[in-house]
Nanobody
Framework: QVQLVESGGGLVQAGGSLRLSCTAS????????MGWFRQAPGKEREFVAG??????NYADSVKGRFTISRDNAKKTVYLQMNSLKPEDTAKYYC???????????????????WGQGTQVTVSS
């Protein structure tokens, strides 16, 4: 089984930065499709960023501010978040799919494994 553990969340002022980490155990991380999603209270879970087969994708709301990257040796995927806004406040979840793909990175139902989430709060 694949287990995912997120870390790096916290409280930051608007305009600040945070880097989220998600470390995986089990499986072959280098061939996983990895994604970041977030969910604010009272709202649906939404796609943030994904890294699949030779491509990455981002939600329009975070393009130019967030960057997804991965370190296969450490079995870790990162989400670097810059120029944070109050509307970025949410619980952020790491997700993994053993199918290494270049499609459907935004579709949460295609991810089989999820972390417990880490809270990001951006104050104004």
């Amino acid at each position: 089984q694949v287990q995912l553990v997120e870390s790096g969340g916290g409280l930051v002022q608007a305009g600040g930065s945070l880097r989220l980490s998600c470390t995986a155990s089990g499986g072959t991380f280098s061939r996983y499709t990895m994604g970041w999603f977030r969910q604010a209270p009272g709202k649906e879970r939404e796609f943030v960023a994904g890294s699949g087969w030779s491509r990455s994708n981002y939600a329009d709301s975070v393009k130019g501010r967030f960057t997804i990257s991965r370190d296969n040796a450490k079995k870790t995927v990162y989400l670097q978040m810059n120029s944070l806004k109050p509307e970025d406040t949410a619980k952020y979840y790491c997700a993994a799919d053993k199918l290494w793909r270049a499609y459907g990175l935004r579709d949460s139902v295609l991810y089989d494994y999820w972390g417990q989430g880490t809270q990001v709060t951006v104050s104004s």
